[in-house]
């Protein structure tokens, strides 16, 4: 098969490439290097079954190449990339979306979106299934990436419903793992960076907010399934870990795993940040045979080496809200 991947030099596109490489696939990755790194596909210099376009998918894109299958994951995705880049975010969620769905349609390619558990904004279901239909402040500093993959989800849909396009939407669920940038901004990493530099973890708010989160080999092995399954058809699948903590347990949980015993410093919680989020995954266990198997403690023993390489090699530092 032969595969395109967007976002390919980002977190999770550079773990899919890996994943459909492994597959004996021909993989094409596309990526304008925005919030991504070379350094995640350096690995693949020899590697003759993968190509990089260095092009911005919210222009249009025309490929001679015959393609089975586009996974779209081109996005800024960390609160703090998406508030530096408000209009870029929204340019790739709807231009770049429209632009991967036309080539798609033109090769006849299957196409999977890579949506977010953001289009439930704050949610007043706990926890999300599919057909809740979301709490989202459009005009909130969220509302450019909520509203961007709540638009790629429509234009998503009206491609299959208009074109007959086979389509996958996968509703990714916080996911953290090596390949994340240090300065990335999410908790995940700001946490164990912190704690890896001996300063202290910031904790926005009172810590009680909840978030689910998923090691990245169960997140690509779920939405390596939903790319391939028929079951599920074009209706949006959940993929993310169960699992609930409080932003508060998770840090005390990163202090203990660093081996470090830096204080919590509280800072201002960001405006329309969701207080609850975890998904109900039913369907993706019923269609994809699909549930994640790495526990919060065991993915993070196997992140904290990959960040304290960049710490003490680089220098590395987090990158907090102002
Ligand atoms: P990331 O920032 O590491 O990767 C995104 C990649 O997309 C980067 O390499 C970036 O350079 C590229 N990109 C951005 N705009 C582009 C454009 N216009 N043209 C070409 N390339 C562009 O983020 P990630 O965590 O790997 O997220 C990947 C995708 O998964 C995103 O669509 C995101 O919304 C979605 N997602 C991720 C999570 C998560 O927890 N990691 C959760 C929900 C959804
Ligand atoms: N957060 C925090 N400290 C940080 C970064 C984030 O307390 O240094 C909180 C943030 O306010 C949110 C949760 O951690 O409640 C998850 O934030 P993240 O940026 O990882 O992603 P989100 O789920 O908000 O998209």
Redesign the pocket.
Known sequence: MRILITGAAGFLGSHLVDRFLEEDCRVIGVDNLITGALRNLEHLEDEPRFTLLRHDVSLPLYLADELDGILHFASPA???DYLDLPIQTLKVGSLGTHNMLGLARAQGARFLLASTS?VYGDPQVHPQPEDYWGHVNPVGPRGVYDESKRFAEAMTMAYHRTHRLETRIARIF?TYGSRMRPAD????S??IVQAVRGEPL????D?S?T?SFCYVDDLVEGVFRLFHAEGPGADPVNLGNPGEFT?AELAELVRDLAGSDVAIER?P??QD??QV?CPDITRAREVLGWSPRVSLEEGLRRTIPYFRRLVTEEGAS?R?LE
Do not use: I, K, M, W
């Open positions: 960390s609160p703090a953001e916080n901004g999410r908790v995940v700001n946490f910031t904790v926005y708010g810590g907010q978030r932003v800072r919680l960001p940040d969701p989020r987090a907090t």
